[in-house]
């Protein structure tokens, strides 16, 4: 899996019964792509939640769908919906944001387009947002915080019909997450009526057999381990039930009879990997994240879009000419043709120099012979991604003292036929197995990147700063001194094309942020990433910065664009105990672009956050409107009640706010009595 690349080589096979000809299943990850074989990278999740773009989320869905089933893969672990709870986590790049009903309608459109194809598995249950802790740290969340902030869009997925949830490597309320009853049964199966089944996290998901057996967790993914060793015993002496046995036999066979339809057709052919239909999707994604953050104006004309085709373009930073699509893990996907920003750029403009940035002098003085320079800067895995826990003697204790020698005699022969994946060039020199990048230290540029905006910004005015990361970069200390801004995330295999088609203006930029960037550090709640116990509240991202008047440097839900739109005749009703807010969007520039309206309600309890729930993504060509109709219903504003641990419908006066980011002095306000 490590040592040799398997994990890009073939999927991995659970619960496979060759005497009944049973087929069990085989996984294989997918949140930004196929991880095995030749397949399409597209951008990473966080910058599709940029996007704010459901129907685009569920297409893409349906081609990595297609490209697992290609590759013989029958379920995948491609929805990934944690919460970002601080920006600072190292997986933050596979979610979506900070917002659970956000994150709660992407999983779900995701999930519906994957299962076209293949069975989808969303991940990781529960309160799996931080990297470096995650084998050892114990989440500590009231009722009332796991229910209303870290477990809702989780249910949105569940009730979408995914047909298997993952269990996290951490504890929640001092039970690992692999073998913790109150996640897998009492809330899962029981609360939410969940009918799929239960895989553990890989290597390391559970530590007890009998436990996770009667927790509900149904199959120890990928290798047998700690169930093999320990659960035959545990059953003889009455720890463990046959009955639970059953139990988990029944769900998985269950779920591949009602996926059956789909698992039995004909799976597409190989040809749809890396198709043209699949790269022009992957590029419309890049295009449609990328977050104008800044925008301002050199001798009263905004630096963005670059419309004069013949300018002279100087192309700068090391991260420039690099392929940069994100975490090294098991996320990554090995992808033939990735294109870097200055491919992108030389594809369009024919006056480019490029300069690596590692001198600023330098780099300065050919930005100033420029028209327009573009500094890149920011991340790669190196820097954020997932973490392996490797010379921990308290997980090393948990692996096989010795292989089975007919297990090592079915896998020779199994790997012997496998088809051929080329490892990308641009991974040549990386070392084999996942990279270590774990939780990011900081959440400002490095001091060169620093060194470098400034240098280049001083010597062109009309500078634009392309940042690539997985979620919030502090810019504080330089933003005033650049006009213009985006942040472009990791973009996948037509990342420079994409960030192309926005620079000059083919693409309006028209996505949002879907977290809260701070000023500071100071403004976020506390994270340690080698913490063993940590609490979990209901205060963080928007929510926190509201209750304290934190003013953010770009609030959860901006983004600007090359036209300009306005929020009008907005009215709410309610119909069979539904909310229906409804209204129009007017473009009142000059250019055609969509906006994203954004619903929140402010509940009638005032110790509870406010919440997002709902949001429309409208195109509007330019001077013309268009309509929107938000459905809000009765779940979206139900609260926990502490004492009973239940819901309570809701009840009374809730303000209704709809606005086109948090804190938009334009919104319009509308109180409702439910």
């Known amino acids: 899996m490590i040592g ?27 949140p930004r792509g196929a991880v095995i074989g030749n397949a399409t990278c597209f951008p990473v999740s966080m910058a599709r939640g940029a996007t704010w773009d459901i129907e685009l ?14 590759l013989g893969a029958n379920l995948t672990g491609a929805v990934c919906v944690n919460l970002l709870r601080h920006p600072a986590w190292g997986r933050a790049q596979e979610t979506y944001g900070e917002d659970p009903h956000h994150v709660g309608e992407f999983g779900a459109a995701f999930t519906r387009g994957l299962q076209r194809h293949v069975m989808a598995c969303v991940k990781h249950l ?45 504890s929640v309320n001092g039970q690992w997450c692999g073998q913790n009853h109150e996640l897998l049964t009492s809330i899962l199966r029981d609360e939410w009526c969940f009918e799929g089944f239960v895989i553990s996290d890989w290597v390391f998901g559970l530590r007890d057999a009998a436990p996770s057996l009667a ?48 698992l039995s057709a004909q799976p597409p052919s190989i040809d749809v990997l890396g198709s043209a239909e699949h790269r022009s999707l992957a590029r419309e994604a890049a295009a449609k994240s990328i977050v104008l953050l800044r925008n301002g104006e050199v001798e009263g004309v905004p630096v963005l879009p ?63 012979r420029a028209d327009v320079a573009v500094v890149v800067v920011g991340y790669t895995y190196l820097d954020e991604g997932e973490f392996v826990g490797l010379n921990d003697p308290v997980l090393d204790a948990l692996l096989p003292k010795a292989d089975e020698p007919d297990v090592v005699a079915r896998y020779e022969a199994m790997v012997t036929g496998l088809p051929i994946t080329t490892k990308p060039e641009h991974l040549r020199d990386r070392a084999r197995g996942f990279s270590m990048g774990g939780d990011r230290a900081s959440l400002r540029l490095s001091p060169s990147d620093v060194e470098l905006i400034r240098a280049v910004a001083t010597a062109n005015r009309r500078t634009v700063v392309v940042i690539q990361a997985g979620s919030a970069v502090i810019t504080t200390e330089w933003a005033e001194g650049v006009p213009a801004i985006v942040q472009v995330w990791y973009g996948g295999a037509e990342a420079g094309p994409g960030l192309v088609d926005v620079l ?7 996505a949002r942020l879907p977290f809260t960037v701070p000023v500071d550090e100071a ?52 119909d069979d105990s539904v909310l229906f807010v409804r209204g129009i969007v007017r473009n009142t520039g000059e250019r055609d672009g969509a906006d994203v309206v954004q619903v929140y309600a402010e509940l009638p309890d005032p110790d509870a956050p406010a919440r997002l729930v709902g949001f429309s993504r409208c195109v509007v060509a330019a001077g013309e409107r268009a309509t929107f109709e938000i459905v809000v219903t009765r779940e979206k504003l139900a609260t926990r009640q502490r004492a009973s641990a239940a819901w309570r419908s809701p009840t009374g006066r809730h303000t209704i706010i709809v606005s086109r980011f948090v804190g938009d002095p334009d919104a319009t306000s509308i109180v409702v009595y439910l």
């Open 504 to 510: 000059v203006g083919d693409v309006n930029p028209s």
């Open 4 to 30: 040799q690349d398997g994990y890009h080589k073939a999927p991995f096979i659970a619960g496979q019964i060759d005497r009944v000809s049973f087929p069990g299943i085989r996984f294989s990850d997918g």
């Open 215 to 262: 927790a509900g967790l149904d199959v120890e993914m990928p290798h047998r381990m700690i169930r093999a060793e320990h659960l035959a015993g545990a059953l003889e002496r009455g720890e463990a039930s046959w009955a639970d046995v059953d139990r988990s036999v029944e769900r998985v066979v269950a779920t591949l009879l009602r996926f059956d339809h789909i």
């Open 57 to 70: 989320e569920e297409r893409i869905g349906d081609a990595i769908g297609a490209e697992l089933r290609a």
């Open 306 to 368: 670059i419309t004069d085709i013949s300018a002279r373009v100087a192309v700068i930073g090391r991260l420039a000419d690099t392929v940069n699509v994100g975490d090294g893990g098991s996320s990554d996907v090995w992808d033939l043709e990735c294109h870097t920003v200055l491919d992108g750029i030389r594809g369009r403009f024919a006056n480019i120099v490029h300069h690596d940035g590692l001198d600023p002098t330098a780099a300065a003085d050919v930005a100033g």
């Open 126 to 170: 529960a309160c799996n947002s931080m990297e470096n802790a995650r084998f050892s740290v114990d989440i500590k969340v009231d009722d009332v915080a796991l229910h209303e902030i870290y477990l809702p869009h989780f249910k949105r997925v569940v009730d979408e019909g995914v047909a298997s949830v993952m269990s996290a490597y951490n």
């Open 523 to 574: 403004d976020l709640p506390a994270f340690d990433r080698d913490a063993t116990a940590f609490v979990y509240d209901r205060w963080h991202g928007w929510w926190r910065a509201d209750r304290k008047d934190i003013v953010p440097a770009y609030p959860f839900g901006f983004g600007l664009s090359y036209t300009t739109f306005a929020v009008l005749d907005v009215e709410t009703s309610v």
